[in-house]
C-alpha cells in the first residue's frame, strides 16, 4: 500500500512537470469561489470579533435593562443601583427638530443623558468637547448630517417638541450607536433633565428608557441577569449585556454575510462546472499515458492513485490562492469597508472563515471531480492500437456516484449546520441544483436541436457548420450553457428580486401608504388635531388610533418564547391599540367581536396570520406587560391585518375596559394629494401641538431604499463573482477547443472557404450558445424572483424585461467576444501547417 | 522450444463500428513456441494488430480462448492482466508512445518502478546505455528524433526480461535506415535474453527474419 502510494505521489509529481496547462481553469475557477467565501469569511470575522472586543462601548455599559413606554421604579432603580459599580439613565424617543423660524424641520432619533454618560467610550464631537460641557444649559449635540440638512451651526437654537435648545457641537461618532441598530432618524443627544423640565417625557410617550450598568470586573453577567430577572419576573424589562451588544446588528451582518457565502457557493458551482470540463480534457490529454501506463502493468488503484494526487494538488493549490486572495482582498479594501460598517473593525485573517471557505472549496472540488476521475477506468490499453475515439461515456460504477452523493450531503450538511436558518441554505442550494439541471436539460435540448436542423441547411454553409459545431459532442456547448447560464442565473434573479422589490417599495408602497405617521397625540390633542388635518385642502382621509406598547409575556401562563418559539411578534415589545367596535374595513376571520358597551374581562383580537404562525387559537390566554403591568386577556377572535399598505395595523387590538386607565397616546396618518401644502402643514401642526412628532412616509421609503441599495450593492459585487467564475470557464472551454477550430479552419480554408465565412460562422455559434445561456438564465431568474416574491415576500410579482434582455444581450456578447477572441489565431495558422502536423 | 507460450483457439474479435459490427478476426487457431521469433503479415484491415492486441491482453476476444504461459487471458480481471503483462511482456508500438511527461530514462524505469524494483533507474540506465543512448536519458520525448524515441520505446519493452514480446509495426513509423538499425537492435536484444518475438510488420524481408512467418488475410490464416 505505502510502495504503491510512494509510486504514485512519484509519478504524479514527475507528470505535473508538464506544468498547469488545461488545469489552469480548474484552479481559477476553485480559487475565485473560495476567495468569495474567505471574503466574506473574513469580514464576517472581523465583524465579530469587534463586536465581542467592543460588547461595552457599543452598549455603552456591561449590561443595560430598559423598558417602554416608563421609567424604573425606586424599587428597580434601587437594586440595579446596588449590583453595578456605576449606572447611567438613558431615554431614547422621536421628536421633531425644527428651526426657531419654523421654516426646516426634521425627525430625529432623541437620546436623553444623564451625567454619567458615557459609562463606557468617548463620543467625538466637533469642535472636540466633553459631552458633559456640551449638554449643558440645554445645550443639544446633534447627527453632522441632521445639522446640515437644517442649516444649524454651533451655537444656533432649535426646537425640539416646542422645547428651544442650543446646537453645541455636531456629532462625529457614537460609540453605541450601532447598538440602536437600524434607525429611520438621525440622531440627537440632549440632558435628561432638560428633556424632562421640557415635557418632552409626559407620559403616554413613547419612549424606552435605558439603565446602563458598570459592573466591577469578574461579574458573572449570567448570574446577574438571573438575578434582575428573578427580581423583576413581571416587570416588561428587557435585558442586554456586553456579550451581545448589537443583537440587531449582529443579526442582519450574519444573515448579510450567510447569504453572500450563499452566493460564494453558486461561484464554486459555476466554477465546478469548469473544474469538471477542465479534469476531463486534462485526463482526454493524458489518455494514451493512462493506456500506456496500464499495457505497462499498472493496476487501476496506482492509475487512480497518480491522478487523484494530483488533482488533490492541483484543488489544494486552487484552495490556497482562494484563500490568499479572499485575505488579502477585504485587508486591502478595509478603508472602503470600514466605512460602510456602523462600528470600527480591524480587518485580519479569520481562521474559522478561512477554514470554512477551504472546506467549502475541498468539498466542491471533490464534487466536481470525482466523475471524470472514474472514468480513468474507461481507458483501454488497446487504445494505443488504434484510434478508438471517446467511445460512449458510460456511467461511473456505483460506488464513484455513491461517493459523489456523500460528498454532496457533507456540503449540503455543513451550509445548512453552520447557517442560522436552514430553510435559506437548503432553498438557496436547492435552486442551484434545479437550475443545474434544467441548464442541463436546456444544453442537452440545443445540442439535440442544432443536430437535427444542421443537416437541412443546405446551401448555407456558415449557418450548418455553426449548428454542426453546437450540437457535436466535443462542441463546448454543455459546459457553457451550464456555466454560463448559472451565473446568469443568479445574476437573473437577484435583478428580478432585487426591482420587484424596489417596484413595491419605492413605487406601489407611496401609491398606496398614508403621506404621514403622526405620533406622541395626546388624548386631548386627537380630535383637534384630526379636525384640522380633515378640513385642509389636499387631506383625502384620516385614520386614528390610540397607541400603547406591550410585550407578550406568557401564552397560556407559559413563557411565550418557549411556547411559540422565536418569531418576530414575540421579539421586544409591540404596538397595541383597543377599540370598542371594529375599525372600518375589519374582517373577522374567527371568533366574534366583542360588544360595544361591555366592561367585562380582557379580550384580545389576535390578527390571523400571526395568530396561526405562533400557534394560537380561540380562547388562548395571552399575558401582555404594558408599563410594568401584566395584564392577561383572553383571545376572542382573530382578523385580517394587511400590513403592506404601511398604514394603522396592530398585531393586537384589546377591548377597551382592557387598557381602561392605562396612560397613552394616540397615533393617526394623513392620506394626501398632489394638492395638499407639506410645510404650511407641518408648520400648523409644529405650532398648535409642538410635542406632536410628524414622520414622512416618504422619507423612511428613501431610507429603506437607500439601505436596500446597499445590500443590493453588497449583493452584487458576490453575484459578480458567479459571473467572473463563469467567463473564467467560458474562457477555458474556448481555449480548449482551440486545436479542433485550428483543424477546422485549415479543413475549410483548403476547400475554398474565405476568411470571412469561417468568421462568421464561428461568431454564429458563439452567438447563438451565449443567447440560450442568456435565455435560460433570464426564464430561471424569473422563476426565482417570482417564487422569492410569492413565497417569502408575499407580494405579486412583475416580469422586469430591462434586466432579462440586458442579461441575454449580455450572455451573448460574452462567448461572442470569446469565441472571436480565439478564432482570430485559428484564422491566422497556416493551413498546411495544421494539416501536416495532424499527419 | 517445445512448450507453447501462446495458444490461441477459434479466436474471435467483433468490434463495434460506425456503420455497424466489423469481424476483425473470424477464427484463429494459433500456437507460438517459447523463444520463437514469428513475423505477422497481411494487409491492412487483415487484423494483424487487433491478432497482437488479443495476445497481449489488450483486447478480449469476442469468441475463443487465448492462452499466455498456460493462462487464459480471458478469465482474468483489468487489473490481474495488468500484473501478468508486467511480468511476462513488453511491448513496442508502432507510435512509440511514450510518456511525453517523462524524460527517456524515467519512461524506460517505469515497468520496472511498476513493479516495485528498488534499482529502476540504475537498471534503465544500463539498458539505455546499451542502446546507445545513455547520454540522452534526461531529455523528454519530444526532444528525440523518431529513432531515438523507438530505441527508447526497445529499452522500455526489454528492461524487465519480459518472456514475451510484442512489436507492431515498429519501424512503421521511420526511415528505411533508421527502421533497419532499430530491427537490428530488436533481434539482438531479443537474441540475447531469448525472448519469444512476435512480430507485426507489413514489409516482408522484416517477416522473414523470423522463425516463421503467419500471414493473415481477412480476419484469417490465410497460410
Known amino acids: 500500500m505505502i510502495a504503491v502510494a510512494r509510486t504514485a505521489l512519484r509519478l504524479a509529481l514527475r507528470d505535473l512537470r508538464g506544468g498547469l496547462r488545461g488545469l489552469r481553469v480548474f484552479v481559477l475557477s476553485l480559487c475565485l469561489g473560495v476567495a468569495a467565501i474567505a471574503a466574506v469569511g473574513t469580514v464576517r470575522g472581523a465583524i465579530a470579533d469587534a463586536l465581542v472586543e467592543q460588547g461595552a462601548v457599543l452598549l455603552g455599559g456591561d449590561a443595560e435593562v430598559s423598558y417602554t413606554y416608563r421609567f424604573a421604579t425606586g424599587e428597580e432603580r434601587a437594586f440595579l443601583q446596588a449590583q453595578a459599580a456605576r ?16 421654516t426646516q424641520r426634521a425627525l430625529t432619533q432623541v437620546r436623553a443623558v444623564d451625567g454619567a454618560y458615557p459609562l463606557v467610550g468617548a463620543l467625538r464631537l466637533d469642535p472636540p468637547m466633553p459631552v458633559q460641557q456640551a449638554l449643558s444649559g440645554r445645550g443639544a449635540v446633534m447627527d453632522r448630517l441632521l445639522a446640515e440638512q437644517l442649516g444649524l451651526s454651533p451655537g444656533d437654537g432649535f426646537d425640539l417638541g416646542g422645547a428651544r435648545f442650543t446646537l453645541s457641537a455636531r456629532i462625529l461618532r457614537e460609540p453605541d450607536g450601532a447598538a440602536s441598530g437600524m434607525s429611520f432618524a438621525p440622531r440627537t443627544i440632549v440632558a435628561l433633565d432638560d428633556a424632562r423640565s421640557a415635557n418632552l417625557l409626559v407620559p403616554g410617550s413613547l419612549f424606552d428608557s435605558s439603565y446602563r450598568l458598570l459592573l466591577t470586573p469578574g461579574t458573572d453577567l449570567s448570574a446577574l441577569r438571573q438575578k434582575v430577572e428573578t427580581a423583576f419576573p413581571d416587570s416588561g424589562l428587557r435585558w442586554q449585556d456586553r456579550r451581545k451588544a448589537a443583537p440587531g446588528t449582529e443579526m442582519f451582518l450574519d444573515r448579510m454575510a450567510e447569504f453572500l457565502v450563499l452566493v460564494g457557493l453558486a461561484a464554486l458551482a459555476v466554477g465546478g462546472i469548469g473544474i469538471a470540463a477542465a479534469v476531463q480534457d486534462w485526463l482526454a490529454q493524458r489518455r494514451e499515458s493512462i493506456a500506456t501506463l496500464k499495457a505497462l502493468g499498472a493496476e487501476s488503484r496506482l492509475i487512480h492513485a497518480i491522478y487523484g494526487l494530483q488533482i488533490g494538488l492541483v484543488t489544494l493549490a486552487g484552495i490556497g490562492l482562494g484563500l490568499a486572495l479572499g485575505t488579502l482582498g477585504p485587508m486591502l479594501a478595509a478603508p472602503l469597508i470600514q466605512a460602510s460598517l456602523p462600528l470600527p473593525v480591524a480587518i485580519r485573517p479569520s481562521l474559522p472563515g478561512l477554514a470554512m471557505a477551504a472546506v467549502y472549496g475541498g468539498l466542491a472540488a471533490a464534487i466536481f471531480t ?321 410635542n406632536i412628532t410628524a414622520i414622512r412616509i416618504s422619507d423612511v421609503i428613501a431610507r429603506v431604499t437607500e439601505a436596500l441599495t446597499a445590500i443590493s450593492r453588497g449583493v452584487a459585487l458576490a453575484a459578480g463573482v458567479t459571473l467572473v467564475s463563469g467567463a473564467v470557464v467560458l474562457i477555458g472551454t474556448a481555449a480548449a477547443g482551440d486545436a479542433d477550430r485550428r483543424r477546422e479552419a485549415a479543413v475549410l480554408r483548403s476547400l475554398g472557404a474565405s476568411r470571412g465565412q469561417i468568421r462568421a460562422s464561428f461568431a454564429l455559434r458563439s452567438a447563438l450558445t451565449g443567447a440560450a445561456a442568456g435565455g435560460i438564465a433570464s426564464a430561471f431568474g424569473a422563476l426565482a424572483g417570482w417564487a422569492v416574491m410569492r413565497f417569502v415576500m408575499e407580494a405579486p410579482y412583475r416580469f422586469e424585461p430591462v434586466s432579462a434582455l440586458a442579461l441575454v444581450a449580455g450572455g451573448m456578447l460574452a462567448v461572442l467576444a470569446a469565441g472571436l477572441a480565439f478564432a482570430e489565431p485559428a484564422l491566422g495558422a497556416r493551413p498546411a501547417q495544421v494539416l501536416r502536423a495532424r499527419d | ?197 512476435v512480430l507485426v510488420t507489413h514489409a516482408p524481408e522484416l517477416a522473414a527474419r523470423c522463425d516463421r512467418v503467419v500471414r493473415l488475410a481477412d480476419g484469417l490464416i490465410a497460410s
Open chain 1, 370 to 690: 470525482l466523475w471524470p476521475l472514474a472514468r480513468l477506468d474507461q481507458v483501454r490499453p488497446a487504445a494505443l492500437f488504434r484510434d478508438l475515439g471517446e467511445g460512449a461515456k458510460r456511467r461511473p460504477g456505483w460506488r464513484m456516484m455513491a461517493a459523489t452523493g456523500l460528498v454532496l450531503a457533507v456540503l449540503v450538511g455543513v451550509a445548512t449546520a453552520t447557517s442560522g436558518n436552514p430553510e435559506l441554505v437548503l432553498g438557496a442550494l436547492g435552486g442551484v441544483a434545479a437550475a443545474l439541471a434544467v441548464l442541463a436539460l436546456a444544453a442537452a435540448g440545443l445540442r439535440q436541436g442544432a443536430r437535427r436542423i444542421a443537416p437541412r441547411l443546405r446551401g448555407r454553409p456558415g449557418l450548418r457548420l455553426a449548428l454542426a459545431a453546437i450540437g457535436s459532442p466535443g462542441g463546448g456547448t454543455v459546459p457553457v450553457v451550464l456555466a454560463l447560464g448559472l451565473g446568469l442565473s443568479v445574476l437573473a434573479a437577484l435583478g428580478q428580486v432585487d426591482a420587484n422589490f424596489r417596484a413595491a417599495i419605492a413605487a406601489d408602497l407611496p401609491r398606496r401608504a398614508p403621506s404621514y405617521f403622526f405620533i406622541d397625540i395626546q388624548p386631548d390633542q386627537i380630535a383637534p388635531f384630526l379636525a384640522r388635518a380633515d378640513e385642509t385642502p389636499g387631506v383625502t382621509r384620516t385614520e386614528s388610533a390610540p397607541m400603547l406598547r406591550g410585550i407578550i409575556t406568557r401564552i397560556n401562563g407559559a413563557d411565550a418564547r418557549r411556547v411559540a418559539g422565536d418569531h418576530w411578534v414575540l421579539r421586544g415589545d409591540r404596538g397595541i391599540t383597543y377599540a370598542a367596535t371594529p375599525p372600518p374595513n375589519t374582517t373577522i376571520t374567527e371568533g366574534a367581536w366583542w360588544p360595544a358597551k361591555e366592561a367585562g374581562p380582557p379580550q384580545i383580537s389576535f390578527s390571523a396570520k400571526e395568530g396561526a404562525e405562533l400557534g394560537l387559537k380561540l380562547g388562548d390566554r395571552l399575558t401582555v406587560n404594558i408599563l410594568g403591568r401584566d395584564i392577561e386577556a383572553r383571545i376572542t377572535s382573530f382578523r385580517r391585518v394587511d400590513f403592506s399598505t404601511a398604514g394603522i395595523g396592530f398585531v393586537m387590538t384589546m377591548n377597551p375596559a382592557a387598557l381602561a386607565g392605562a396612560p397613552h397616546s394616540h397615533i393617526a396618518t394623513v392620506y394626501t394629494d398632489g394638492s395638499f401644502d407639506h410645510s404650511a402643514f407641518l408648520r400648523q401642526v409644529g405650532a398648535t401641538w409642538p
Open chain 1, 87 to 102: 449606572l447611567s439613565e438613558t431615554v431614547e424617543f422621536r421628536s421633531m427638530a425644527v428651526t426657531p423660524d419654523q
Open chain 2, 1 to 197: 522450444m517445445t512448450d507453447r507460450i501462446l495458444a490461441l483457439s477459434g479466436v474471435r474479435l467483433t468490434l463495434a463500428g460506425n456503420a455497424g459490427p466489423v469481424e476483425v478476426l473470424r477464427g484463429i487457431d494459433l500456437s507460438v513456441m517459447r523463444g520463437e521469433s514469428m513475423g505477422l503479415i497481411g494487409p491492412s484491415g487483415s487484423g494483424k494488430s487487433s491478432l497482437l492486441m488479443l495476445m497481449g491482453g489488450l483486447e478480449r476476444a469476442t469468441a475463443g480462448q487465448v492462452l499466455a504461459l498456460g493462462q487464459d487471458l480471458g478469465a482474468m480481471s483489468e487489473d490481474a492482466l495488468a500484473r501478468f503483462r508486467r511480468a511476462n511482456m513488453g511491448i513496442v508500438f508502432q507510435s512509440f508512445h511514450l510518456i511525453p511527461t517523462l524524460t527517456a530514462l524515467e519512461n524506460v524505469a517505469l515497468p520496472l518502478e511498476l513493479a516495485g524494483a528498488p534499482d529502476a533507474m540504475a537498471r534503465a540506465a544500463q539498458e539505455l546505455d546499451a542502446m546507445g543512448l545513455g547520454a540522452r536519458g534526461g531529455h523528454y520525448p519530444s526532444q528525440l528524433s523518431g529513432g531515438e524515441q523507438q530505441r527508447v520505446a526497445l529499452a522500455r519493452a526489454f528492461v524487465a526480461r519480459p518472456a514475451i514480446l510484442l512489436a507492431d509495426e515498429p519501424t512503421g513509423n521511420l526511415d528505411g535506415a533508421t527502421g533497419a538499425a532499430i530491427m537490428d537492435q530488436l533481434f539482438a536484444l531479443r537474441d540475447r535474453h531469448g525472448a519469444t518475438l
